[in-house]
């Protein structure tokens, strides 16, 4: 079983429309959590952390169940320019420190 | 605002050919990673440092090594360069501690011929 697992997408949806993703983790020891886009071709960008009460930054929310080993984020009203690869990250700490595990992605279209 | 810059944005090489990708923050970071990114696996931690002169293997070392000299530069080296390691390649830097994000580099695209 893989340790960070995403829907597998792609995802192609309508501008103005509302999607949800979903990200579970294997590891209970798991610390810290994030969402990253990335755009074809370039570097994944910090989108947002992930809160144990859940957090928002404008059209998107993310949330986290850390019973069920869950994350998700919800994009509202889609924007052409939500089009990306969207990676689930969770940070595990062990003897060296830091260890973050990246989930495979799943890809958005917003279509207009 | 974080800035991981890497040395180069596409490099060509040859088979053989000793390679080295550079990577520099800017923002006293402890953590720095070397990972590469090929489509449909997603992305491979190569090695990581979490400190000076410090460097640990990460899921795919092989053919790899890593120089930490100074804290704000992490090298990567192809020792002896082959085709199967003509990927993207990214660098990553991040704090120490709990809820701390990694920041990534443009990206180095390397082919080798």
């Known amino acids: 079983r893989k340790e960070v697992e995403q829907d597998p997408g792609p995802f192609n949806v309508p501008e103005g429309a509302t999607v949800a993703f979903n990200c579970t983790y294997s590891?209970?020891?798991?610390?810290?959590f994030f969402w990253y886009r990335q755009d074809c071709r370039k570097e994944p960008k910090l989108l947002m952390s992930v809160y144990s009460s859940g957090n928002e930054d404008g059209r998107f929310t993310a949330q986290l169940n850390r019973a069920s080993q869950y994350i998700s984020l919800l994009i509202r009203d889609s924007k052409l320019s939500d089009s990306a690869t969207y990676l689930c990250?969770?940070?595990?700490?062990?003897?060296?420190?830091?260890?973050?595990?990246f989930g495979p992605g799943t890809r958005l279209s917003v279509l207009p | 605002d974080v800035k991981v810059t890497q040395s180069s944005r596409y490099l060509v090489k040859r088979t053989g050919e000793k390679v080295f990708l550079e990577c520099v923050q800017d923002m006293d970071h402890e953590n720095m990673f070397w990972y590469r990114q090929d489509p449909g696996l997603g992305l491979r931690l190569i090695y990581f440092s979490y400190d000076v002169k410090m460097k640990e293997k990460g899921d795919i070392p092989e053919g790899y090594s890593v120089s930490r000299e100074k804290k704000e530069r992490f090298s990567l080296i192809l020792e002896s360069a082959s085709t199967n390691q003509t990927s993207m390649y990214l660098c990553a830097s991040s704090p120490r501690g709990v809820n701390q994000p990694q920041h990534f580099g443009d990206g180095t695209r390397l082919s080798i011929l």
């Open positions: 590891n209970s020891a798991s610390q810290s």
């Open positions: 990250v969770v940070n595990i700490m062990d003897n060296y420190g830091q260890n973050f595990v």
